[in-house]
T-cell receptor, first 112, second 114 residues
Framework: DQQVKQNSPSLSVQEGRISILNCDYTNSMFDYFLWYKKYPAEGPTFLIS?????DKNEDGRFTVFLNKSAKHLSLHIVPSQPGDSAVYFC???????????FGTGTRLAVRP | ETGVTQTPRHLVMGMTNKKSLKCEQHLGHNAMYWYKQSAKKPLELMFVYSLEERVENNSVPSRFSPECPNSSHLFLHLHTLQPEDSALYLC?????????????FGSGTQLSVL
């Protein structure tokens, strides 16, 4: 039973345009959400996070939006750059345990 | 460079072999983790150590045996593995095991079991 779902395994975007990566969760006890980015042959690196008391968090070109009623969050990258091409993982924590629950990832390809 | 170093980067082993994965963190963190990443599956938490004490064992088979001799080093000892254990094994660290703690990952060990 996957509690964090990234239903799009891949996404291709033109350089300069917006990339939108989506994540859905089922556990209503999750109250903290993170995005990690992973390049080939490297481990995931932290990108941005959001607490459930907020509905938006922005850091430079990256913005995460949280819709608690829909149990949905999204990561917006604008403008997209070729160096953003990577696998993006959504993760959530909260409830009975503090461990992070990860999604399966979305592979983003930014075309020059 | 994330401050978490894993060796080896690649490992091929037979089902009867014994090998160990090593992880070292230079961040002064108190918590260390082992994760498994299989193709098209989410990252799966295997073990959590806080201040060298194992605080979670996520129903991992006994053929995987972790060891944390100090807060900077973490090992995963492998013996009599199965082909389905082939995966990327990631080590991570964090300041504490608190809710939402940011994890710092190593580059992983790509394990193939023949």
């Amino acid at each position: 039973d996957q509690q964090v779902k990234q239903n799009s395994p891949s996404l291709s975007v033109q350089e300069g345009r917006i990339s939108i990566l989506n994540c859905d969760y089922t556990n209503s006890m999750f109250d903290y959400f993170l995005w990690y980015k992973k390049y080939p042959a490297e481990g995931p690196t932290f990108l941005i996070s959001i607490s459930s008391i907020k509905d938006k968090n922005e850091d430079g070109r990256f913005t995460v939006f949280l819709n608690k009623s829909a149990k949905h969050l999204s990561l917006h990258i604008v403008p997209s750059q070729p160096g953003d091409s990577a696998v993006y993982f959504c993760a959530a924590s909260g409830g009975s345990g503090d461990k992070l629950t990860f999604g399966t990832g979305t592979r983003l390809a930014v075309r020059p | 460079e994330t401050g978490v170093t894993q060796t080896p980067r690649h490992l091929v082993m037979g089902m009867t072999n014994k090998k160990s994965l090593k992880c070292e963190q230079h961040l002064g963190h108190n918590a260390m983790y082992w994760y498994k990443q299989s193709a098209k599956k989410p990252l799966e938490l295997m073990f959590v150590y806080s201040l060298e004490e194992r605080v979670e064992n996520n129903s991992v088979p006994s053929r995987f045996s972790p060891e944390c001799p100090n807060s900077s080093h973490l090992f995963l000892h492998l013996h009599t593995l199965q082909p389905e254990d082939s995966a990327l094994y990631l080590c991570a660290s964090s300041e504490t095991t608190g809710r939402g703690e940011k994890l710092f990952f190593g580059s992983g060990t790509q394990l193939s079991v023949l």
